[in-house]
């Protein structure tokens, strides 16, 4: 099993800054892709980020040139840096731990971001 604990996250205004953390914990050696799923509020849950272990990276358009994923292998973290935020952004971020084979997929608690205009 694996667990992940997010951290970050709150409220910002228009065009602000927030950084996320989600620390991996168990049995990573089997973890290959990391990243983080948002949902907002009558919509469906959508993937923001991933990067893998080699560090390949997949961004949402929605987010290209604003968010920023980083991972540190040695410490099982990865960190989500979110620039210029705008109210569309507003939504619970999920982060998320996949293993190399597939067979299974971990979910942190989950962490509010808000955005006011």
């Known amino acids: 099993q694996v667990q992940l604990v997010e951290t970050g996250g709150g409220l910002v205004q228009t065009g602000g800054s927030l950084r996320l953390s989600c620390a991996a914990s168990?049995?990573?050696?089997?973890?290959?892709?990391m990243g983080w799923y948002r949902q907002a509020p009558g919509k469906q849950r959508e993937l923001v980020v991933r990067?893998?272990?080699?560090?390949?990276?997949n961004y949402a358009d929605s987010v290209k040139g604003r968010f920023t994923i980083s991972r540190d292998n040695a410490k099982n973290t990865v960190y989500l840096q979110m620039n210029s935020l705008k109210p569309e952004d507003t939504a619970v971020y999920y982060c998320y731990a996949q293993r190399a084979d597939y067979s299974s997929t971990y979910w942190g608690q989950g962490t509010q971001v808000t955005v006011s205009s």
């Open positions: 990067i893998t272990s080699g560090g390949s990276t």
């Open positions: 168990g049995r990573t050696v089997s973890i290959n892709a």
